[in-house]
């Protein structure tokens, strides 16, 4: 990779007192999404988001103040993917001879940062390919500057933008495919950003023979079933018809505590991987198996398996003792059971079986690291072995959500 070259300061301090004007006074602080416990096929719940951009494409904000949000997130890993052909700040850095910008220097800046620190966290080079059939996003790779779909100046204007990649065509399509042949001979992996977007074809239902062929190639191997304040609910089912890895990322701009409160986000739009650690190789190889869940909104979408994992750890259920029952005013054949949530999150559960009594509605919010308890009515409590609950806040399809047992933990009672 290419040295730094010259780093324009004022202008960077001009950026970013013009965000700071912007950010809400009143900024709710972001979820922490470090404390999901270890699932029972043996992984760590890891918050990653593999879609951030900085001052060195079209973002407000340098590479140090991802690394500092990151942590503050509890996020184990960060892809920095900058656009590879447009950069709307060129007249800050550029490379001498070319005139263009080094795309690979945001992630020296925040991989440097992380070393020199020791800091938690891990940053995946990357980048995000602008064309006309779509966004893409290649992450693992070893040069940006590579990524590059096509051979002209960087875009420095929204007109530019438009007029150079919002073009479609044979011509296109064959610039696309080539870079992203380039990232998979780097070992990259690539992936499709929000598949809907205006003024881009929008394939949710129904991909372009183009994105078809990139799917059965090999060439994009997920798919962003949200992005940002957005949510894809047929990208699901069309991750699950094609094999993709199903992520959320928060294809964030500008500093992530202002779009959260501008969006009425509760955390970063992040995607969980089912890893057997937070290095690098390791979220490949979680990434490169699809063993992903993105996180919207407390809202985990995923494969039927990899979201029952991550739910079937974080929540318990065992009995409580009895204290109010006398003997004149008892309640018969009942037991007081207690559901704790584990995970950073909040749980919505609706009870399934319609033959179960409770002192409660069918519908229980379960908040982020506490309990709820409820009496369950005419039934033995030595032989009450548990309850089956619908996961509100879950899609494993477009219109279907997880159905999880939470059987009766006595141990210790």
Not at 59 to 82: C, F, K, M, Q, S
């Amino acid at each position: 990779m290419r040295a730094i070259h010259r780093l324009a300061a004022v202008p960077a301090l001009l950026v970013s007192s013009m965000v700071a004007a912007l950010l809400p006074a009143a900024a709710a602080e972001p979820i922490a999404l470090q404390s999901f416990p270890p699932t029972a096929r043996g992984f760590q719940v890891l918050a990653v988001d593999l879609h951030v951009h900085t001052i060195f494409s079209d973002a407000y904000v340098w590479p140090n103040l991802r690394v500092e949000e990151a942590l503050n997130e509890g996020l184990a890993a960060i892809a920095i993917t900058d656009h590879a052909e447009t950069t709307l700040a060129t007249q800050l850095i550029t490379q001498p001879d070319t005139g263009l910008l080094d795309k690979n220097q945001a992630f020296v800046l925040a991989d440097r940062q992380v070393r020199d620190g020791g800091l938690p966290l891990t940053v995946i080079p990357g980048a995000e390919l602008t064309r006309g059939i779509g966004h893409m996003n290649c992450v693992f790779i070893q040069d940006a500057n590579q990524m590059r779909s096509a051979s002209h100046p960087d875009a420095r204007s929204s007109q530019d933008v438009y007029e150079h990649f919002h073009t479609v065509g044979p011509k296109t399509e064959a610039e696309v495919e080539a870079a992203l042949r380039r990232a998979e001979q780097q070992g990259g992996i690539c992936f499709q950003n929000h598949p809907y977007w205006p003024g881009f074809p929008s394939y949710v239902a129904h991909p372009e023979p183009v994105h078809q062929r990139f799917f059965d190639q090999g060439l994009l191997r997920g798919i962003e079933v949200a992005n940002g304040d957005k949510m894809f609910p047929q990208a699901i089912d069309l991750a699950l018809k094609n094999s993709l890895a199903m992520l959320g990322n928060s294809d964030t701009h500008r500093q992530i505590k202002w779009e959260l409160a501008a969006n009425a986000l509760p955390h970063r739009t992040v995607t969980l991987f089912l890893a057997k650690n937070r290095q690098a190789e390791s979220l490949k190889e979680a990434l490169a198996n699809g063993r992903t869940v993105a996180l919207y909104r407390q809202t985990l979408i995923g494969r039927e398996a990899d979201v029952a994992d991550i739910l079937g750890s974080a929540l318990t259920m065992t009995p409580v003792q009895d204290t109010t029952r006398d003997p004149v005013r008892r309640v018969p054949r009942s037991v007081i059971v207690k559901i704790e949530n584990k995970a950073p999150v909040e749980v919505n559960l609706e009870l399934v079986d319609e033959s179960i009594v409770v002192n409660q509605t069918k519908f229980l919010r379960v908040p982020a690291g506490g309990s709820v308890s409820m009496r369950v009515l005419d039934v033995d409590p030595e032989k009450f072995a548990g309850l089956r609950f619908r996961v509100l806040n879950s899609y494993i399809s477009s219109n279907s959500q997880l159905s999880i047992p939470l059987p009766l933990q006595r141990a210790g009672y």
